[in-house]
């Protein structure tokens, strides 16, 4: 009779990797085990159990009638300590902030409503703004909102949260004294690219065809912002951000091809998580009520 202390979860746990691959080496890959370690808890297993668990075949390897057996009990407890790992994980995250990765327009646009998300979720919020999409299945982040492309990056819910406009605006006593005309108008442009299409070279393609100069350029929206606020050039800003700026107007219409479209990212695991699943419900209550802001209607 087996003694339930004579057992370790690290050798059921090295033999389900084994048997499920069919290969000593894919298995010491997957656990990132070396193939001599990954050999010895195997051979702890088969000495617990009283026999050999794998035929060593040229190859690959296969189960025995003993190895078969053991299979379902290991497989069961594997289930129920996945299930433990899930569960814990939900727990664990009610006593700490949910992180919520975007790019510098969304974040900037989630921190003019924080207070509402606050009070709307419950929870605590991180958001992280960046353009280096974070790894939701690392636990890098629990949500991430990116912008048009999706990316493919294993077992992810995603669901389109809106539409982002953007446009050129300045300072209303500047624009003023154009009279409709751009010719030496200061611009502060974005990074300079050789890209296209981008959103630095549609204003560079636009402000050169009509006569416009880029006095500046700087790559941070909250520094464009504020350069534009103290009448420094028109520059590019969302709809959403450059709109609710009383002192600035829009220059033109928002363009077309300037619009991006907003996805929200939420790895499988994590949307269950109560904290999590009450921010998802709250920023897509947020988009809905502001999608016409956003976009720039």
């Not at 004579?6 to 990797?17: K, Q, S, T, Y």
């Not at 409503?113 to 009070?119: E, N, P, R, V």
């Amino acid at each position: 009779m087996i003694d339930d202390a004579d057992l370790d979860w690290e050798d059921i746990r090295a033999f389900l990797a084994t048997a499920h691959s069919g290969s000593l080496t894919a298995a010491a890959q997957r656990l990132r085990l070396s193939p001599p370690t990954l050999g010895r808890r195997l051979k702890r297993l088969e000495e617990t159990v009283g026999g050999p668990l794998f035929d060593r075949l040229p190859n690959r390897l296969e189960l025995t009638a003993l190895g078969r057996t053991v299979l379902d009990s290991a497989a069961a407890m594997g289930d129920a300590a996945a299930a433990f790992a899930r569960n814990a994980d939900r727990l664990a995250a009610t006593a700490r902030p949910v992180r919520v990765t975007a790019t510098t327009s969304v974040s900037a646009f989630l921190t003019l409503h924080l207070s509402d998300l606050l009070a709307d979720t419950g929870a605590d919020l991180t958001i992280l703004s960046t353009r280096n999409p974070l790894n939701l299945a690392q636990r890098e982040a629990d949500i991430a909102l990116r912008m048009d492309r999706v990316p493919d990056e294993g077992d992810l819910v995603t669901r389109r949260l809106g539409h982002f406009g953007f446009t050129l605006y300045a300072k209303r006593e500047l624009r003023d004294d154009w009279s409709g005309r751009w010719d030496g108008v200061p611009v502060v442009g974005l990074p300079e690219t050789r890209r296209r299409p981008s959103q630095s070279g549609w204003v560079d393609d636009t402000i050169r065809g009509r006569g416009a100069r880029i006095v500046a350029r700087l790559s941070e929206l909250p520094m464009r912002l504020d350069a534009a606020r103290r009448g420094m050039g028109m520059t590019l800003l969302p709809c959403v951000l450059g709109d609710a700026e009383p002192a600035l107007v829009r220059v033109v219409d928002p363009p077309a091809a300037l619009g991006e479209d907003v996805h929200l990212l939420v790895h499988r695991d994590r949307r269950e998580a109560p904290a999590v699943a009450a921010v998802v419900d709250a920023l897509v209550r947020l988009f809905r009520r502001h999608a016409k802001a956003l976009a720039g209607k």
